[in-house]
C-alpha cells in the first residue's frame, strides 16, 4: 500500500514566525523553548526551519535557549530504558567518553535543541549532564558559568535566565519538560544524592541536589488555572508562553506543599 499523504497542517518559517508574534513573542527577548517537532504538523524545513522561525520571531537582539541534556553520561547501573548487563558496568565506567560541549550530542529533548547546539555561533554550558544550548545577543551571558556540581540550580543557566527576565515557550510540550521547575527543588528542602559520571580525569562522583520531574504534570496545571499563562496554537501544537520566574516562584511553593522527598539512597550506598 502507497504512504498516504501528510494531513498537513503545513508549516513553513514564515507561517511558524507569524503565530508566534501572534501569540505575543516578542523582538528582542530571551526565550527557553521545550519543543516537539511531530507535535506541529508537516514541517517545511523540518528542525532548521522551527528555529529559523523562532530566530526570526526573536530577531536579532533576541536570545534562543534551549534544553540540550545529555543524561547518557551516567551510571549504567542506573540506566533502564534499556538496562544493560552488570558485567558490562565497569568497562562502560571506564570507557565513557566525557562531556565535550562542541560535539556531545544531546540526548532525549528532541531534534529542535540538538539542531540549536550545532548552529554557527550557539553557545553551549558546561555541565556534563544538563547543559543548554543558546543562540543570540545573550547567549554567552545564559550559559557561561555553569557549575559541574549544579546541575538546575543557582549555578546554572537557569538562574540567569531568571535575573534576564526571560520567559518559556512550550512548542508542542508539556509541563513535564518545563526545567524551570526544578530552579525551585534548589530554594525548598531536597535531599541529597551522589551521582556518577564520566570526566576528564575518569570516572567521577559528585553529590548534587536530588531533582526529580515527578508530578510536574500535576504543578503545571495548578500554575496555569492561578497565574496568567498565555494559550495558543503553532501549527497543530498546542504552546504555552509565561514568564520563568513566575513558574519558579509558584513552584517553590507547590512542591513544598504537594510533593514530599523522602530521603533518597544516595549513589553509591554508603
Known sequence: MPTPPPTGPLVTRDSLAGQLRELGVEAGETLLVHSSLSSLGWVCGGAVAVVQGLLDALGPDGTLVVPTQTGDLSDPALWGNPPVPEEWW??????MPAYDPLVTPARGVGVIPETVRK???????AHPQTSFAALGSRAAAVTEGHAPDCRLGERSPLARLEELSARVLLLGAGYDTCTSFHLAEYRIPSPLVRVGRPGPAGWEVVTEVSISSDRFDELGHDF???RTVVRGKVGAADVRLFPLADAVAYARRWL???????????????
Open 224 to 226: 496555569e488555572r492561578d
Open 256 to 270: 513544598a506543599l504537594h510533593r514530599s522527598r523522602e530521603e533518597e539512597i544516595p549513589y553509591p550506598p554508603v
Open 90 to 95: 565497569e568497562t562502560i565506567r571506564a570507557t
Open 119 to 125: 548552529w554557527p555561533g550557539a553557545s553551549r554550558s
